[in-house]
């Protein structure tokens, strides 16, 4: 492929600023048709976006012949079927994360793309920015040492939608939508990142439990899991507490000191070790899908590699499943 032609399916939020902008910010690479159900939404958004073509029907977008790549960004109860689709249609695929709800709706995703030869990439860009390379470069350079475990906390209030007499949660709160709750939303971001940084987690197990009554989803999660190296992690999640106790902390312990970040909310990193402390403050750029964009289109293009694609896209959803199931049929088996 030499021009890369980005059609999106589900042109919604996550669209607006994070990944549509991108696919014409990338050399070679231009976004000319988007779909949403919603025939004025989708007019509107290919007005204000310059987008040459709208659509309020996937199968039309994905036949339409100047689309030759199809970016997924619907919920994740639709990433099956559409992923297949496009794969059918021999397209490369770009899907949001979760890149389905469970780990068998990727596997059967990552096994038809196999055999259509079609590429597939999962939108975990945190695998591109700068912020998180730099994470990646402090443990590869050995500057804490040996990597002896892992520690991730993340507490945040509910969403205004999600309480009071009034209340209406939005869709990441309802399993059969989302595959689970906010845990499956911004964990399987934080999974994919440690693979990349430490290697593949070998096993993983937990308790998900709906506390607060709010949604039909788990609000509260807690997991340990081990790597294949033999660094262990460990992880709490809870999602209705006050805004005063608001967290998002993760912490990487080695041998010689450790490095403390955050996975969503602050630009600084912080390293320890015998040296003493230094502070980096790595922004992220406007559209943060960009970097991760430029490397599907190099890819694409048979000029380089993208880190992030469909057999490491499903292994975030294999840790989630696991932890999940809370010690039945999963608990002891190996990833």
Same mark, same amino acid.
């Given at each position: 492929?030499?021009?890369?032609?980005?059609?999106?399916?589900?042109?919604?939020?996550?669209?607006?600023?994070?990944?549509?902008?991108?696919?014409?910010?990338?050399?070679?690479?231009?976004?000319?048709?988007?779909?949403?159900?919603?025939?004025?939404?989708?007019?509107?958004?290919?007005?204000?976006?310059?987008?040459?073509?709208?659509?309020?029907?996937?199968?039309?977008?994905?036949?339409?012949?100047?689309?030759?790549?199809?970016?997924?960004?619907?919920?994740?109860?639709?990433?099956?079927?559409?992923?297949?689709?496009?794969?059918?249609?021999?397209?490369?695929?770009?899907?949001?994360?979760?890149?389905?709800?469970?780990?068998?709706?990727?596997?059967?995703?990552?096994?038809?793309?196999?055999?259509?030869?079609?590429?597939?990439?999962?939108?975990?860009?945190?695998?591109?920015?700068?912020?998180?390379?730099?994470?990646?470069?402090? =443990?590869?350079? &050995?500057?804490? @040492?040996? %990597?002896? /475990?892992?520690?991730?906390?993340?507490?945040?209030?509910?969403? *205004?939608? $999600?309480?009071?007499?009034?209340?209406?949660?939005?869709?990441?709160?309802?399993?059969?939508?989302?595959?689970?709750?906010?845990?499956?939303?911004?964990?399987?971001?934080?999974?994919?990142?440690?693979?990349?940084?430490?290697?593949?987690?070998?096993?993983?197990?937990?308790?998900?439990?709906?506390?607060?009554?709010?949604?039909?989803?788990?609000?509260?999660?807690?997991?340990?899991?081990?790597?294949?190296?033999?660094?262990?992690?460990?992880?709490?999640?809870?999602?209705?507490?006050?805004?005063?106790?608001?967290?998002?902390?993760? =912490?990487?312990? &080695?041998?010689? @000191?450790? %490095?403390? /970040?955050?996975?969503?909310?602050?630009?600084?990193?912080?390293? *320890?070790? $015998?040296?003493?402390?230094?502070?980096?403050?790595?922004?992220?750029?406007?559209?943060?899908?960009?970097?991760?964009?430029?490397?599907?289109?190099?890819?694409?293009?048979?000029?380089?590699?993208?880190?992030?694609?469909?057999?490491?896209?499903?292994?975030?959803?294999?840790?989630?499943?696991?932890?999940?199931?809370?010690?039945?049929?999963?608990?002891?088996?190996?990833?």
């Amino acid at each position: 492929m030499d021009q890369i032609n980005w059609g999106i399916i589900g042109c919604g939020n996550v669209t607006e600023v994070k990944s549509g902008p991108a696919f014409g910010l990338v050399g070679n690479s231009r976004l000319v048709a988007v779909m949403r159900r919603d025939a004025v939404k989708a007019a509107d958004y290919a007005a204000r976006h310059q987008v040459p073509r709208w659509y309020s029907d996937a199968d039309a977008l994905i036949a339409d012949p100047d689309v030759n790549a199809i970016y997924i960004a619907t919920p994740p109860d639709a990433h099956e079927a559409l992923a297949l689709k496009a794969i059918a249609a021999g397209k490369p695929v770009y899907i949001e994360k979760p890149m389905g709800r469970n780990a068998a709706e990727c596997n059967r995703i990552n096994e038809a793309a196999k055999l259509a030869g079609v590429p597939v990439f999962v939108a975990y860009y945190r695998r591109a920015l700068d912020y998180f390379l730099k994470v990646k470069e402090l =443990v590869d350079k &050995g500057l804490i @040492g040996d %990597i002896r /475990f892992v520690d991730i906390t993340l507490q945040w209030q509910p969403y *205004e939608e $999600e309480t009071g007499p009034d209340a209406s949660p939005r869709w990441r709160v309802f399993p059969e939508i989302s595959g689970g709750g906010h845990f499956h939303d911004l964990a399987s971001h934080q999974f994919d990142f440690l693979e990349f940084l430490l290697g593949p987690v070998r096993s993983a197990q937990g308790f998900a439990k709906n506390q607060a009554g709010l949604y039909p989803a788990d609000d509260i999660v807690v997991a340990n899991f081990e790597f294949e190296s033999g660094v262990l992690g460990k992880g709490s999640w809870c999602f209705t507490v006050s805004k005063e106790q608001r967290e998002d902390q993760a =912490v990487i312990v &080695g041998s010689k @000191g450790r %490095i403390t /970040f955050s996975f969503f909310e602050k630009f600084d990193i912080k390293l *320890e070790n $015998e040296e003493g402390t230094v502070l980096f403050h790595i922004p992220y750029p406007a559209h943060v899908q960009q970097p991760l964009i430029s490397q599907m289109v190099a890819e694409l293009r048979g000029e380089g590699t993208c880190p992030s694609t469909g057999v490491t896209g499903a292994r975030a959803n294999l840790i989630m499943d696991q932890i999940c199931e809370n010690g039945s049929r999963h608990e002891n088996q190996q990833i």
